[in-house]
């Protein structure tokens, strides 16, 4: 593992350097808030910042991707035929990922690749992308991440983890990856990782939002399900999706063909859990029609199906998105703590 040091004099020109061999993805202001976007030469990502608005998964995972083309058109000799579309899986950077997006990733890799089925889109896009996190020395008031097996200087999930250290950044190599994306900036001057351990504990010090998820483990799923809190848990919400769209680990989505003429496409989109249509049979029947069934779903996928299901903790990794975006205040610490203290009655 190389730790190399950055000097932010030279951050500009190795930067540009980079974009011989990578697409380069970026934090960037957009309004108030920044977001993940493509960065052209001459673009720096802009780490003045506590966290983005959205999550980088769409670096991986597109909100809206196409996937499949076909013709209707007879006089073709590939009518009605399905076609893989043309995708452009070139090596790409994604810089400036907070260490809650870099763990992240690796949970939802779990659904999109496993042994029994690899999710060709995600999996090549994935492989093809270089994580490069930021550590993050000044975390949001809302952040819990060091009580879900993260933390504000977490390495899981990524290929390079840097830290601003003022005048320089230091960079750790954590992968044959993150050692090529550093060699293509030409950055190779040696660093000191001994700071970071300070660092690092000064950060995690300044995090004081947790959640207890010990418990959730030994709950019985029908205990949680039927209990009581869930009329009170649900009462504000909205249905609006907010929460869903900016989690870092929400994975569902659903599959739309569009045809104009005789030329169809067919995307997979991001869904949320939230909207009534989720789960909607043709038939008119909704298995979850009412919004308590949504928002108990939602939680019980976050912290307990997924903990069973995978033993790798909860499916959230303390970002805070949701509880700082949601419109009427619906939080989800307050509902782990619930659930994780929670006995039935007798």
Known sequence: MKTIKIDKQEWADGFDKLHESYRIMGPAKEGDCHNFKSLGKGELPDFDF???????????FPQSELIIEFTTDESKDDHHIMKEAAKDYSPRAVVGMRPCDGKSLLLVKQNFDTPDYKDPYW????????????????????????????????????????????DSFTAKALTEKGEKFLAAGGFAAEGDAAPLAEKKAA???????KVETDKLADKTILDLYNAPFWDDASFACINCGTCTFAC????????????KGTEGKRFRNWDSCMSPLFTLHTTGHNPRGTKTQRVRQRFMHKLKYFVDKYDSGVMCVGCGRCVRQCPVNIDIRSICDEMNSYVPAG
């Open 123 to 166: 999996v090549r896009a994935y492989e093809a992308t270089t994580f490069v996190g930021l550590a993050c020395d000044d975390p949001c008031a809302t952040c819990f991440c060091t009580t879900t097996g993260c933390g504000p200087y977490s390495e899981a999930g990524f290929d390079v983890l840097m830290s601003d250290m003022g």
């Open 248 to 259: 870092p680990t929400c994975w569902c989505f659903d599959i739309q063909d569009e045809l």
């Open 203 to 209: 950060a995690e010090a300044k995090i004081v939002s």
């Open 50 to 60: 506590q966290n983005t608005k959205l999550s980088p998964k769409s670096t991986v």
